[in-house]
């Protein structure tokens, strides 16, 4: 069977950065189950996963624009200490839920004043090339159930 919209693929991958670093894999653990066609991957990878099979494997280079999107500076702000009213330490690396101009958003704090701290929206992986190593283990038909609630169930159809 091959990889189509509404079909169930899981694959073993490893993510790396241009640079060579491992930023993220399957390996020792289960694969990833996701249903084709629904946006779960990034788009540039999902392209090329179109009609493998089983027992295949990819090696794709994905440009920013078909990853996780370019930088948007305007998701990078400046705001005042007094919004984090409560928190009592605000450091560089921390995650918070921010309410944006494009609804909650998770921002990280990228910098820390006196008076101000900013925080960054962007994906983490934005503006990134990413480098996806990819074994397609299994591809099967996605069950009522799986395109009811719009995601694979893994190996089983089960929950
Ligand atoms: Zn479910």
Same mark, same amino acid.
């Given at each position: ?105 998770? *921002?990280? =704090?990228?910098?820390?004043? @006196? $008076? ?6 962007? &994906?983490? #992986?934005?503006? %990134? ?7 397609? *283990?299994? =591809?099967?038909?996605?069950? @009522? $159930? ?6 694979? &169930?893994? #190996?089983?159809? %089960?929950?």
């Amino acid at each position: 069977m091959q990889i189509a919209d509404n079909k169930v693929a899981l694959i073993h991958y490893t993510l790396t950065s241009v640079e060579g670093e491992v930023i993220d894999s399957s390996e020792g653990g289960e694969p990833l189950a996701y249903i084709h066609g629904m946006g779960h991957i990034v788009p540039g990878l999902e392209e090329e996963l179109t009609g493998k099979q089983a027992g295949d494997k990819v090696n794709v280079e994905v440009s920013p624009e078909l990853g996780y999107g370019e930088i948007n500076e305007e998701l990078i702000q400046e705001v005042d200490r007094s919004a984090f009213d409560g928190v009592d330490t605000i450091e560089v690396g921390m995650r918070f839920m921010a309410q944006t101009a494009w609804g909650q958003q998770p *921002v990280v =704090v990228t910098a820390v004043s @006196e $008076e101000t701290v900013t925080v960054d929206g962007n &994906h983490p #992986l934005a503006n %990134q090339t990413l480098k996806f190593d990819v074994e397609v *283990v299994e =591809v099967r038909d996605a069950t @009522e $159930e799986e395109l009811d609630h719009g995601h694979a &169930h893994g #190996l089983g159809p %089960q929950h």
